[in-house]
């Protein structure tokens, strides 16, 4: 096996409280293991990543809490990406993002995903 970091793709299209904990708690996990998670935000789950939109996901009965998921994902070098056609359809500012989200194609992020070792979709 090599020592070289292998990623995983996390996709996530809805923005439901078991989808988004469900992406989240699996990144975060992938992360743990020394693996990279690439987590791609589709435009049905844009909406998740405007600031405070997490916070309503904590305190859920026997959940972790999502800020510290999002942010452990960050600290081990996961990516947080979005796709940039969940901007316009949900009249998304960048500005409106939380911290460390990158955007891009999903073109451009097939491309960042070859190579994968998994892929897990919620």
Known sequence: MSDEIGKMVV??????????M????MAAAIAATGEQPLMFFQPGAAKVLVKGELEKFQGLKGQPDPIDLFDAIQVLEGR???????LPIWDIEKEELREGIEIMMASTFLFEAEGSLMTFSY
């Not at 469900?22 to 708690?25: E, F, I, R, T, Y």
């Not at 947080?80 to 969940?86: D, M, N, S």
Request: aromatic share 0%; charged share 20%.
């Open 80 to 86: 947080i990406i979005l796709c940039e056609l969940g």
């Open 22 to 25: 469900g992406a989240l708690v």
């Open 11 to 20: 996709l996530i299209n809805h923005d439901d409280e078991q989808s988004v």
